[in-house]
């Protein structure tokens, strides 16, 4: 597979990651909205800080990063003596893997390369590398067809004329292409249903007011921007029909966890009768987790909530927290769609029946 063949299926007009000249280039998501530049990585040590860094982010998006990370040390190193290979590749599987705790994505694409590797020992380091990139394009490629066969089942859940509800950014910028939630409303969108969408900020990173309503601007799909403690209100007044959100981590008991104010989102939606979907690849279930009490919980730096672009709004020395994530119960959520179909009302059984 030629390096560029598995990024060109992305169809849709955001291309999150491509690669040019032997590196991976990622749009630079800090940056967004206000200009689109692509950040150029040619070592796993490149590609974690700019994951640690949030220069990418988004569950199916870093796993992608991931593996393309690994392809790229590989290729670096592929000259090297087999000794030096292998101990490079260590450090790039370790530093990838220290760089964000949450998203499952990441691990499950470490641990798809790492398989890939051991096929082929023991080879020549060149091989090895050829096989790593192979592999990360395959995964690319896996994703991208992932979204699409999820947008095309979850589209069948949104009914002409709603409007829907999202949380943080779970688009094409948040995977190889297409996206999750929002491809479910792409997909809608493709088969000929009017649909608006409300976008609440998703502090505070701003994840939905920096990147969810452009990318839907992008494609003209109608956008409202809301602050987060709006939703309530909306739901309230009859002003939402559905909420559909990504995720990062869904445990064996179908528990979800997701960008910080999802959990409370979900408990609106229930107490206003609104169904809560949940659009999410095979790749981001983990079966290992009995439930969403054992997911670990990033915490970021208090800086983000203190301010934002260099302006701070709260008082110097003012105690912060900052968990980027919260887990929204099982039996808040209405129906977790995935690539091989919808699964309403989750939990253990259904989720290990979909994993078989």
């Avoid at 390096?3 to 040019?20: D, I, K, M, P």
């Avoid at 996206?179 to 505070?204: F, M, N, W, Y």
């Avoid at 003012?318 to 099982?330: G, I, M, S």
Wanted: charged fraction near 20%; include cysteine.
């Amino acid at each position: 597979m030629s390096q560029h063949s598995a990024l060109s299926t992305q169809h849709s007009r955001v291309e999150t990651l491509r690669w040019r000249g032997g590196r991976l280039e990622l749009i630079d998501q800090r940056l967004l909205p206000g200009r689109v530049e692509y950040l150029a990585c040619s070592s796993a040590a490149e590609v974690a800080r700019a994951i640690r860094e949030m220069a990418i982010r988004g569950a199916p998006a870093i796993g992608c990063a991931a593996a393309c990370g690994v392809a790229l040390e590989a290729a670096r190193l592929q000259r090297a003596p087999p000794s030096e290979f292998a101990a490079g590749l260590d450090q790039a599987f370790a530093a990838l893997a220290a760089s964000r705790p949450t998203a499952v994505n990441l691990f499950w694409a470490l641990e798809r390369m790492r398989a890939a590797l051991q096929a082929v020992e023991p080879a020549e380091p060149a091989a090895m590398a050829a096989r790593l990139l192979d592999e990360a394009h395959r995964i690319l490629a896996e994703d991208v067809a992932a979204n699409r066969a999820m947008g095309a089942n979850g589209a069948a859940l949104l009914e002409d004329g709603m409007r829907v509800l999202t949380h943080c950014n779970a688009g094409a910028l948040a995977t190889a292409g297409h996206g999750t939630a929002l491809g479910v409303i792409r997909s809608a969108v493709a088969a000929g249903k009017q649909l608006s969408v409300v976008v609440d900020e998703t502090r505070p990173f701003l994840q939905g007011a920096r990147l969810t309503a452009w990318e839907l601007a992008q494609d003209g799909i109608p956008v409202t921007l809301i602050t987060d403690g709006m939703s309530g209100h909306l739901m309230g007044r009859g002003e939402i029909d559905a909420v559909v959100v990504g995720a990062d981590r869904v445990a064996a008991n179908g528990d979800v966890a997701n960008k910080i104010g999802t959990y409370m989102i979900a408990v609106l939606a229930r107490r206003h009768g609104i169904p809560f979907y949940v659009a999410a690849p095979l790749s981001t279930i983990d079966p290992r987790l009995a439930s969403g009490d054992a997911i670990p919980i990033e915490e970021r730096e208090a800086s983000e909530v203190r301010g934002y672009g260099g302006v701070e709004w709260a008082p110097a020395g003012v105690a912060v927290r900052n968990p980027v994530f919260d887990v929204t119960p099982a039996d808040l959520v209405t129906a977790l769609i995935t690539e091989k179909g919808v699964v309403p009302a989750p939990d253990r059984g259904k989720i290990a029946a979909l994993l078989r």
